[in-house]
């Protein structure tokens, strides 16, 4: 079964600093693909990074990063000059080829002016 | 591009009543998602659409759920009858699906469902 774990509730961050988003994952597979969604208080899910298991290199858009590594089935995300907007619920999510994502439980990131 | 579409926005209904949640996918988007979240469960898949076809409904929570995807472009989330355990904010998403290659999940802005 695929399972994926945010052990980190809740993180805060002061504004211009730089934060990481823990994320580990359960499953048999090595052909798969791993996302960040981010939900701002409006509660929409917004996509914010996407990586292919296949890639080793590490996916970047803009601030965001993140820390892929495949062996330990680990997917952080690395946020750089958090900013206010960045406040929100950051879920992160597993899914394979055709079938259903599953989602961790989140993450609520605080940034302080 | 509009996104995905959900209907109404915010639904308030009284315990007993039967509810429709309404979805319209991101047009050639053939996969499409219906998700419940609430604060103690989290973000929950219920049902997921391929092509029009019901894939896995091991999610949704029991007979008084049900699904339908009647064409590409439409799809409803039916409870009935509603409960209060079912106030929950319902998120629809649909994705492109390019051969063997899944893709990206994209959300709709969510039903607020309220059963007094």
């Known amino acids: 079964a695929q399972t994926v774990t945010q052990s980190q509730p809740e993180m805060s961050v002061q504004e211009a600093e730089t934060v990481t988003l823990s994320c580990t994952y359960d499953?048999?597979?090595?052909?798969?693909?791993l996302f960040w969604y981010k939900q701002p208080p409006s509660r929409q899910m917004i996509l914010v990074i996407r990586q292919e298991a296949y890639k080793q290199q590490n996916a970047t858009e803009n601030r965001f990063s993140v820390n892929f590594q495949k062996a330990a089935k680990s997917f952080s995300l690395k946020i750089s000059d958090s900013q206010l907007g960045d406040a929100a619920m950051y879920f992160c999510?597993?899914?394979?080829?055709?079938?259903?994502?599953?989602f961790g439980s989140g993450t609520k990131l605080n940034v302080k002016p | 591009d509009a996104g995905v579409i959900q209907s109404p926005r915010h639904e308030v209904t009284e315990m007993g009543q039967e509810v429709t949640l309404r979805c319209k996918p991101i047009?050639?988007?053939?996969?499409l998602f219906w998700y419940r979240q609430t604060m103690m469960r989290g973000l929950e898949l219920l049902i997921y659409?391929?092509?029009?076809?019901?894939?896995?409904d091991s999610g949704m929570p029991e007979d008084r759920f049900s699904a339908k995807m009647p064409n590409a472009s439409f799809s409803t989330l039916k409870i009935q009858p509603s409960e209060p355990r079912d106030s929950a904010v319902y998120f629809c998403?649909?994705?492109?699906?390019?051969?063997?290659?899944?893709?990206?999940?994209?959300f709709g802005p969510g039903t607020r469902l309220t059963v007094l």
């Open positions: 998403a649909s994705s492109p699906t390019k051969h063997e290659v899944a893709d990206t999940q994209y």
């Open positions: 047009s050639g988007h053939n996969s």
């Open positions: 499953t048999s597979e090595s052909d798969y693909y």
């Open positions: 659409f391929n092509n029009n076809v019901p894939i896995d």
């Open positions: 999510a597993y899914k394979k080829n055709f079938n259903k994502f599953y």
